[in-house]
């Protein structure tokens, strides 16, 4: 007998994937932040203008230390696409969370749903799990494609080594399903007030300002990527998520769902 | 099969909004095998009442069990055991008949789901429909793929909250048959209905409510209560002195002639009926033939919901 929750989660992706809207929203993305990155990494490599290394904040170019000044300015803008990989994580699960969770609302099917026997717990987790899982397994397998397609376009090894260090590495594989669980959390407490999946997901999708306030503030040099930013920066995330979750499960209750939910 | 006591359900006030008292004092019992009516106008806490019996909200006040279980405290046993049907079906539109129902087999934990979803499939008249998408159903085919729905685990107490409300005469029709059958079958069946007409033809008793319980009854024993029996004299020509005759008797109540009909209030027509008729027709009365004035259940509404239950034996009375 199949688990609640995987019945939930299979239910979600049938209905979601049948939305075209949503399913290109969905696709549209990864495509695009996977071939940005390659596509400039491609064009500076075989020669293309990477600008003036005086563009660059002086504080990126000490960090640099003994790559060369091509390949540390290769790397300086490689930081601001592998940022767009942050966004992945969080712009699908809120699509999917919206009209999974706002579109039970708008069609009037949780009252039959919460009459089965599944508990809140399950049925959360299900709804969760069907907007985080495609989200990180999106993200991973774009990295994925970005790290195969690296040395093929013959990017340098030093540039290949930055792209494939710890501080990415933690970004994409740890920092991504963090910020998964942010974003689906997020967007459970939204849809607890919204009434159209639409509204929904533009007023969760603000959850994308910190990473464009941190692609600014890495542009600007304010920041420097590395490890010990990416660690700490995650474990404030790690503690965020686990406040938010308890505020979904406390919001996320029958009786709430069904009296204030509308 | 369900027992409240003192049920009640206040919902909390927002900002400057007072608290809303949606159900209050709430006292039933409703036995396996029944077909029990609960009718109250719009707003009335009917499907919070619904709603608490089926573990979906939790009472302010009072207790209930339903199927041996207490509400609140082992509600998966209960949603285990229910089914329901509630205002406003709502499905999966843009996925199969037969995924929304197979979703719902596999969540009720259903042992053999492929064959159940076919079942009920077949026994509505949708298998033919079973691959297309919900979203193009009529509106009785999803009523009737929500009743599937409520029944796939063979529950043994159903809730329909409106069962035929929207639906066309024939569509309603299929849906009253189908509740008929499932009553057949012996399966505890709680109707919330505005159809009185629905509940009279159904229901074994109904419970008229608005808030709180205002009388439980068969529809026959509340006309009986409410208005009495009355019997109607058909006869071929009609004289004054006929109708004074039978005001003789002491049991004859508000005796009215109304064409050529007597009409007459009496407490036992069976016994009281032979005593008139040879009265009458020892007077040189011609009765064509003798019939009983049934009053409708809309009668009987109407009078409770505005007045209150003030009949010997009523809640207020």
């Known amino acids: 007998m199949a688990s609640p929750i995987k019945t939930i989660i299979d239910k979600e992706w049938a209905e979601v994937f049948k939305n075209r809207m949503v399913l290109l929203t969905i696709a549209l993305l990864p495509l695009i932040f996977t071939a940005l990155p390659i596509v400039f990494l491609a064009v500076t490599t075989t020669g293309g203008d990477l600008g003036s290394t005086a563009d660059m904040p002086p504080a990126y170019a000490a960090a640099c230390g003994a790559v060369s000044m091509a390949d540390c300015m290769q790397t300086y803008i490689l930081n601001e696409f592998l940022l767009l990989y942050m966004i992945m994580p969080l712009m699908i699960p809120i699509t999917i969370a919206a009209y999974s969770i706002v579109g039970e609302k708008a069609t009037r099917s949780l009252e039959p749903l919460l009459a089965t026997p599944i508990s809140t717990e399950e049925l959360l987790a299900g709804k969760s799990l069907a907007a985080v899982i495609p989200a990180v397994l999106a993200t991973w397998a774009c990295f994925l494609i970005f790290a195969i397609a690296l040395p093929i376009i013959g990017v340098s090894p030093a540039v290949i080594s930055y792209a494939l260090s710890p501080t990415w590495l933690v970004a994409i594989f740890v920092g991504g399903p963090l910020m998964a669980i942010f974003a689906v959390n997020i967007a ?75 | 099969m369900i027992r409240t006591e003192h049920l009640g359900k206040t919902f909390a006030g927002r900002k400057k909004t007072p608290p809303v008292v949606a159900v209050k004092d709430l006292n039933i019992e409703v036995a396996e095998g029944e077909v029990f009516g609960f009718l109250g106008p719009n707003g009335a806490g009917k499907t919070t009442t619904v709603r608490m019996l089926t573990t979906l909200i939790g009472p302010s006040e009072g207790k209930a069990w339903v199927c041996g279980y207490e509400v609140g405290k082992t509600d998966q046993e209960i949603r285990r055991r229910v089914g329901i049907l509630t205002e406003t079906p709502g499905m999966y539109d843009r996925l ?21 979803v076919e079942k009920y499939l077949r026994m509505l008249g949708l298998w033919e429909r079973r691959l297309d998408e919900v979203g193009s159903f009529s509106k009785g085919m999803r009523q009737k793929l929500a009743i599937a729905r409520a029944l796939l685990h063979e529950p043994k107490l159903l809730f329909l909250d409106e069962p035929t409300s929207g639906l066309d005469p024939e569509a309603a029709k299929l849906v ?39 009388t439980e009854d068969s529809p026959e024993n509340l006309r009986k209560r409410l208005y009495g029996r009355t019997s109607v004299f058909h006869l071929k020509e009609i004289q004054p002195a006929w109708a004074e005759k039978v005001k003789t008797f002491d049991f004859a109540r508000d005796v009215q002639v109304v064409e050529n009909k007597l009409v007459v209030r009496l407490d036992d027509p069976e016994g009281q009926n032979p005593l008139i008729i040879r009265s009458l027709v020892e007077a040189g009365a011609s009765i064509q033939f003798v019939g009983e004035m049934r009053h409708s259940l809309e009668d009987i509404y109407l009078q409770l919901i505005h007045n209150g239950d003030e009949t010997p034996g009523g809640k207020n009375g």
């Not at chain 1, 849809?191 to 464009?212: K, M």
């Not at chain 1, 660690?231 to 998520?241: G, I, K, Q």
């Not at chain 2, 199969?96 to 969540?107: D, I, P, Q, R, V």
């Open chain 2, 176 to 214: 009253r048959d189908f509740i008929e059958e499932l009553k057949l079958e012996g399966r505890t069946i709680f109707i919330c209905t505005h159809n009185l007409d629905e509940a009279d033809r159904l229901c074994q008793r109904i419970a008229i409510f608005k808030t709180s319980l205002i």
């Open chain 2, 96 to 116: 199969s008949a037969e995924y929304n129902l197979m979703f719902y087999a596999k969540l009720n934990q259903v042992s053999d789901p492929a064959g159940q």
């Open chain 1, 188 to 262: 459970v407490l939204v849809s607890s007030r919204a009434r159209d999946p639409r509204a929904a997901e533009q007023t969760a999708a603000v959850v994308i300002l910190p990473i464009l306030m941190l692609l600014f503030a890495v542009l600007a040099g304010f920041i420097i990527l590395n490890l010990t930013f990416m660690l700490a920066s995650f474990s404030v995330l790690l503690v965020l998520d686990v406040v938010l979750v308890y505020l979904g499960a406390r919001l996320f209750q029958r009786e709430a769902i069904l009296t204030r939910w509308n």
